[in-house]
């Protein structure tokens, strides 16, 4: 799930603008080479729009190496997603082979984890 409500990130991904993805931990390592779908989060549930294949990580340790990635990420300065006082890491997943998705609303009950299911693209 991708959270929009503080920086329009969805949009971002759909205009090519943001490639990279973050995590605090290195949750999403077996996802990599694989293709996933992207849920916007919103309120009343998750909302599929795109797919994409998670090509790599890399682990970023300084603030200094933040910023020169943070253009790829579109993360706003002073944003939740951004680096903040007591960041030790975090993992930086590229984004590729974008494909945009008839938008479908996610099963109910499906929270915080990985959704396995078929999709036909149109």
């Not at 998670?54 to 190496?65: L, N």
């Not at 975090?90 to 999709?119: A, Q, S």
């Amino acid at each position: 799930g991708i959270n929009s409500s503080s920086a329009p990130f969805m949009a971002d991904i759909g205009a090519l603008r943001k490639r990279l993805e973050t995590r605090t931990r290195n949750t999403l390592r077996t996802l990599i080479g694989q293709r996933v779908i992207l849920a916007e989060t919103k309120q009343g549930g998750y909302r599929a729009m795109y797919s994409v294949v998670i090509r790599s990580v890399r682990a970023v340790r300084s603030m200094e190496e933040w910023n020169i990635l943070r253009r790829l990420h579109c993360v706003p300065v002073g944003n939740d997603y951004d680096w903040q006082p007591g960041t030790v890491v975090k993992y930086v997943y590229e984004l590729t082979d974008l494909r945009r998705l008839r938008p479908f609303m996610v099963p109910e009950g499906i929270r915080h984890g990985r959704t396995w299911m078929e999709y036909e693209p149109t």
